[in-house]
């Protein structure tokens, strides 16, 4: 029986410093394990949500899932927010119409941006994609400017690639 069936690995999750690339290479191969033998999408985004947020203390982690013509808030950590985003409205909407990652260094220099919190001061967005399609998109914000780079985008979308989506 994998080992996330057990409810064990949430309460080992190992938090590390060091450079964002050796947390993130910390951080992987747990999410890995956390992610093992476990079908359930919903499940599933909630820990990576947990597991982001425990390992980096950003603000606001989470996911929003496409459902018709809007996206819809899932599983997420931090403050409440917006519930439901037009296609190509915010950073969240204009990565799912654009199915790419965005990096917004300064929440205030981006036009349209939805200020779910007014702590966010920088945000990426990693959209969720299955067959071509965007499903959804990651959601990070920061409290502080410029807090996302290439590192980030490079091992998010790992991240992200490793959800089983049926
Ligand atoms: N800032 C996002 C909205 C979602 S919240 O930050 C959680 C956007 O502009 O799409």
Request: charged residues 20%; proline residues 5%.
């Amino acid at each position: 029986m994998p080992l996330s069936y057990l409810c064990t690995m949430a309460e080992d999750l190992t938090i590390i410093t060091g450079s964002k690339a050796e947390i993130y290479q910390s951080l992987i191969p747990q999410i890995k394990g956390l992610l093992e033998g476990e079908p359930d999408l919903i499940a599933n985004l909630a820990n990576v949500c947990a597991a982001l947020k425990e390992q980096f203390g950003w603000l606001w982690v989470g996911f929003y899932l496409v459902k018709q013509d809007e996206l819809v808030l899932g599983p997420f950590q931090g403050p409440v927010a917006c519930t439901r985003i037009k296609k190509g409205r915010g950073v969240c909407g204009a990565a799912w119409q654009n199915a790419e990652t965005l990096i917004v260094p300064d929440v205030e220099k981006f036009p349209g941006h939805i200020a779910c919190s007014s702590l966010s001061r920088s945000e990426i967005v990693i959209p969720l994609i299955k067959n071509g399609d965007v499903i959804g998109v990651l959601d990070v914000d920061a409290t502080e400017l410029d807090q996302f780079a290439e590192t980030d985008k490079k091992y998010l979308e790992e991240i992200i690639s490793l959800i089983p989506i049926s």
